[in-house]
T-cell receptor, first 116, second 114 residues
Framework: EPEVTQTPSHQVTQMGQEVILRCVPI?????FYWYRQILGQKVEFLVS????????KSEIFDDQFSVERPDGSNFTLKIRSTKLEDSAMYFC??????????????FGPGTRLTVL | QQQVKQSPQSLIVQKGGISIINCAYE??????FPWYQQFPGKGPALLIA?????SEKKEGRFTISFNKSAKQFSLHIMDSQPGDSATYFC?????????????FGQGTELSVKP
């Protein structure tokens, strides 16, 4: 069964450093998302991406964040200058197109980002 | 108005019992309501979803009940099993035909005792 994959599973970085989180969405999906979950809290939307551009972003997704689909398979989230409060689990998700499948978002296993 | 409120925060059920988790929303523009199951250290997994044109959807032991006028929906897990012990999130989305973002509830930690 196709699945969303994410690398790395755990990333430790120093405050102020840049990190890139990588995702491989399900191959025939068209919509891509990043969410984050601070330990013990709910899942929060960061950004959605469609047709090679951001379709929606949250207040959390400020100038230090960026997303890119550098090729036909990868989808990345870059945090330019990490802060302590960026420590969280980051989930990539994707959804397809067509009747009733465009909202069925499938999540990857997540990348745990720890900022020291 | 974008919030989805979920209750209870935690739930303990005996094996074989019925687990019921409730969610409420304000924004009538929401048009897709999924439930996700999350095990520790894993990503949320889509469990079951409903659209506002139906009042109930059943898949195996899992049933969503939807009350459009009350703006509430709930997840019922029949014959609950220890393997169902996980955190459950309700969510809502709008602009269903445009890949709209999911807005999640706060989560319910379910523990099913043998």
């Amino acid at each position: 069964e196709p699945e969303v994959t994410q690398t790395p599973s755990h990333q430790v970085t120093q405050m102020g450093q840049e990190v890139i989180l990588r995702c491989v969405p399900i191959s025939n999906h068209l919509y891509f998302y990043w969410y984050r979950q601070i330990l013990g809290q709910k899942v929060e939307f960061l950004v959605s991406f469609y047709n090679n551009e951001i379709s929606e972003k949250s207040e959390i997704f400020d100038d230090q964040f960026s997303v890119e689909r550098p090729d036909g398979s990868n989808f990345t989230l870059k945090i330019r200058s990490t802060k302590l409060e960026d420590s969280a689990m980051y989930f990539c998700a994707s959804s397809g197109a067509g009747a009733y499948s465009y909202n069925e978002q499938f999540f990857g296993p997540g990348t745990r980002l720890t900022v020291l | 108005q974008q919030q989805v409120k979920q209750s209870p925060q935690s739930l303990i059920v005996q094996k074989g019992g019925i687990s019921i988790i409730n969610c409420a929303y304000e924004n009538t523009a929401f048009d897709y309501f999924p439930w996700y199951q999350q095990f520790p250290g894993k990503g949320p997994a889509l469990l079951i979803a409903i659209r506002p044109d139906v009042s109930e959807k059943k898949e195996g032991r899992f049933t969503i009940s939807f009350n459009k006028s009350a703006k509430q929906f709930s997840l019922h897990i029949m014959d609950s099993q220890p393997g169902d012990s996980a955190t459950y999130f309700c969510a809502a989305s709008m602009r269903a035909n445009q890949g709209g973002k999911l807005i999640f509830g706060q989560g319910t930690e379910l523990s099913v005792k043998p």
